[in-house]
C-alpha cells in the first residue's frame, strides 16, 4: 500500500471526517510515536475527488455567529451532581431523550487498567451518566460521524456534543439537517492529549499503587465544584486525584500535552461553531456574585456559562431546557477566566522534551 500522510500535524485535528466521506475507502487512521491520529491516504485507491479536502473540519471556512451569553445550572440534583460544571448538557441532553431523540457525547471505558475514550450514541435516559463529566483525552468520533449519517436519514433527531473541532466535523458531513434534525453543543475546549499518552500515564499510576484502576473521574461533586477528582480502584479502594498529585492533570491544565493543531486553533474564539457552547463559569462569585444570593444557582454544585449561538440554540434553550435556570450575563467577565474564548493554548520547550521522553522510555520517564 503506497500511502502518504493527508495533513500536516499543525493543520489536523484528527476528527476523522474526512475517511467517512472518502467515496474509495482510501483514506485510513494512523498514530504517529506520540500516540496522535492522522489521517493516511492509499495513493493506489485515491480518485483525486477532494471529498477529503471539501469535508475538511480544521481548515473549513468560520462562520461570525451572534450570541447571548448566560449562567446557569440544571435544576435536577441528581443530574447536576454528575456533571463536571453546572450540568447544561445533561439537562437538555435529558428532554432530547424524552423526546424521542438520540444523543452522541464521549464516554471512557476502561478495561485491564486501560482506557477507550470515544463518542457512543444513546437514547436511554438510564444511561445518559456515561456522557457526563470530564474527560481530559481525546475522544474516537469516527464509528458515530457514520451511525449519525444514519439515524438523520431514517428522520431521528440527534443531538452531539464534543470539541469544536468535532461539532464542525458533523455538521461539515451533515449540515444539512442542521436544525431541523441536526443540534450542536460546543465545549470550551483546552486542547486535547492522546490516549496513549493517558493510558500510558494509567500504567505508571496503577504500578506505583499496585492496583488496577477501574475508573478516573477528573471532577467529582463530593470535593465541591473544582478540579479534585476520584481514582476508583478493582478491589474497592478510592484515591483522590488533584492537579498536585498527578502529573497527567497538571500537564494537562499546563497546556504541554496536546496535539499539535490545538495551538493553533481556529476555533479558540467567540466564533463558535456548535448552536450552543458551555464551560465553567469560573470566577462567578466574584464577577456576578448577585447570582448566588437567589439560591437557584449554588458555587458548591457547579455553573456553567452557557453562549447561544444562533437561531437554533434559541430553539434548543426553549424547547430543551426546561431543568435549566439561566441569568444573562457580560461575556467579558466569562472571558476573563475562561480564555480559550480569546486564543488557543500555549506550551513551553518543555512539551517537546515530555513527548520525546514518552516515545523512548514510556510515561514512567517524566513521572
Known amino acids: 500500500?503506497?500511502?502518504?500522510?493527508?495533513?500536516?500535524?499543525?493543520?489536523?485535528?484528527?476528527?476523522?471526517?474526512?475517511?467517512?466521506?472518502?467515496?474509495?475507502?482510501?483514506?485510513?487512521?494512523?498514530?504517529?510515536?506520540?500516540?496522535?491520529?492522522?489521517?493516511?491516504?492509499?495513493?493506489?485507491?485515491?480518485?483525486?475527488?477532494?471529498?477529503?479536502?471539501?469535508?475538511?473540519?480544521?481548515?473549513?471556512?468560520?462562520?461570525?455567529?451572534?450570541?447571548?451569553?448566560?449562567?446557569?445550572?440544571?435544576?435536577?440534583?441528581?443530574?447536576?451532581?454528575?456533571?463536571?460544571?453546572?450540568?447544561?448538557?445533561?439537562?437538555?441532553?435529558?428532554?432530547?431523550?424524552?423526546?424521542?431523540?438520540?444523543?452522541?457525547?464521549?464516554?471512557?471505558?476502561?478495561?485491564?487498567?486501560?482506557?477507550?475514550?470515544?463518542?457512543?450514541?444513546?437514547?436511554?435516559?438510564?444511561?445518559?451518566?456515561?456522557?457526563?463529566?470530564?474527560?481530559?483525552?481525546?475522544?474516537?468520533?469516527?464509528?458515530?460521524?457514520?451511525?449519525i449519517g444514519e439515524l438523520m436519514k431514517k428522520g431521528f433527531k440527534v443531538l452531539f456534543s464534543g470539541t469544536p473541532c468535532q461539532v464542525e466535523a458533523v455538521k461539515s458531513l451533515y449540515g444539512r439537517y442542521s436544525g431541523t434534525l441536526l443540534f450542536t453543543i460546543d465545549i470550551i475546549c483546552h486542547g486535547v492529549p492522546s490516549q496513549s499518552f493517558f493510558n500510558g500515564y494509567l500504567k505508571e499510576y496503577q504500578k506505583r499503587k499496585k492496583q488496577e484502576l477501574t475508573y478516573i473521574d477528573f471532577r467529582n461533586k463530593k470535593y465541591g465544584w473544582g478540579l479534585t477528582g476520584i481514582a476508583r480502584f478493582k478491589n474497592g479502594d478510592k484515591e483522590t486525584i488533584t492537579p498536585e498529585k498527578s502529573s497527567y492533570y497538571r500537564y494537562f491544565l499546563d497546556g504541554e500535552i496536546y496535539r499539535e493543531n490545538c495551538y493553533k486553533c481556529p476555533y479558540a474564539n467567540l466564533n463558535r461553531v456548535g448552536d450552543i457552547t458551555i464551560g465553567d463559569y469560573w470566577g462567578v462569585e466574584q464577577y456576578n456574585p448577585e447570582l448566588l444570593n437567589e439560591g437557584k444557582l449554588s458555587e458548591k454544585k457547579g455553573i456553567s456559562c452557557l453562549l447561544i449561538n444562533n437561531n437554533i440554540g434559541e430553539k434548543m434553550l426553549n424547547e430543551y431546557g426546561s431543568q435549566l435556570v439561566v441569568y444573562p450575563i457580560q461575556i467579558s467577565k466569562v472571558l476573563i477566566r475562561n480564555t480559550q474564548l480569546k486564543e488557543p493554548a500555549q506550551h513551553s520547550e518543555k512539551r517537546q522534551r515530555l513527548l520525546k521522553k514518552f516515545e523512548d522510555n514510556g510515561y514512567g520517564s517524566i513521572e
Do not use: W
Open 1 to 147: 500500500m503506497n500511502t502518504k500522510e493527508l495533513y500536516t500535524e499543525d493543520a489536523c485535528c484528527g476528527c476523522g471526517a474526512c475517511v467517512v466521506k472518502c467515496p474509495k475507502g482510501a483514506i485510513s487512521i494512523k498514530t504517529n510515536e506520540f500516540g496522535f491520529t492522522y489521517p493516511f491516504i492509499d495513493s493506489n485507491h485515491c480518485i483525486d475527488c477532494k471529498a477529503c479536502k471539501k469535508v475538511c473540519s480544521f481548515n473549513s471556512e468560520k462562520k461570525i455567529n451572534k450570541y447571548k451569553c448566560y449562567a446557569g445550572g440544571n435544576q435536577d440534583d441528581n443530574l447536576l451532581m454528575k456533571s463536571a460544571s453546572g450540568g447544561i448538557f445533561s439537562a437538555i441532553a435529558y428532554r432530547f431523550i424524552e423526546e424521542g431523540g438520540y444523543v452522541c457525547g464521549s464516554a471512557s471505558f476502561f478495561e485491564h487498567g486501560e482506557v477507550r475514550v470515544e463518542h457512543i450514541i444513546l437514547n436511554s435516559l438510564e444511561n445518559l451518566y456515561k456522557l457526563q463529566g470530564s474527560k481530559y483525552v481525546q475522544s474516537d468520533i469516527v464509528n458515530c460521524l457514520r451511525r
